[in-house]
């Protein structure tokens, strides 16, 4: 598969001058899971909320599916079919993981229905194989306040996956999990990398190991390098980028 599902061209998003995207270009082919690092403020925020349209583009074009998406609202974007996962969970605790995703299939997102079990049997069946997949099919009819913060995080992801989005943009999965709910978060992704186009964008380097295929690494706003992980590890000015960062945090 080498079709395009994003295509950034020459993009630049100003903050009153301040450049904290800088020309950068960057595309994603359909099916692919792409992994995104870089250091602090190098740009990876601005870059999600440019292709989800919560930031328009200073310069520049962003196309998904081949489509320039300039001048569109971000619930428009998301119609088209880009699905965004924020670093903290936002699932309802006071509802079971069940009814949460059942609340996330629902297209006309009609809460009531979806609480009193008014359900369609289809939906009730994508509902199951999802509670499988993110690995909360024991837990499904707990409420999910008792999850802890790894089983919400997978929660969340089944909700985001339950909308059908053709591109999920996962910001820092596993900020704040254990090792062990880390390595099922990265299960997880790499089981829906399946079918599914996905960007992660993450700071923990065991987990980017455990998941990258390809990972790009933004510094100042631009793409410094793209490649496996082995290649960005080794390229010289990824080592300057980040041994830098250390010295300035050891100042
Ligand atoms: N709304 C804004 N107004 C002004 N400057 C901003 C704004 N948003 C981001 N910036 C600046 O743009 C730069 C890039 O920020 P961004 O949050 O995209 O980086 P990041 O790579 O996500 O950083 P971190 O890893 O710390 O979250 C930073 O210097 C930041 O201070």
Redo the contacts with the bound molecule.
Sequence with gaps: MSEKILQIENLT?S??G????NDLNFDLDAGELRVVI????????????TITGK?QPTVGTVYFQGRNTKGLKEHQIARLGVGRKFQTPRVYLNLTPRENLELSCTRDKNIWNAIVGKTPAAERRTVSGLLETIGLDLKADIKAALLSHGEKQRLEIGMLVAQSPDLLLVD?PVAGLTDEETEKVGDLLLALAESHSIIV?E?DMEFVRQIARKVTV?HQ?SVLCEGSMDEVQNDPRVIEVYLGQQEDHAA
Aim: charged share 20%.
């Design positions: 998003v903050f009153d301040f450049k904290a995207i870089g250091p602090n403020g190098a740009g990876k925020t601005t870059f999600l909320d930031v820092e964008i700071h933004l706003g």
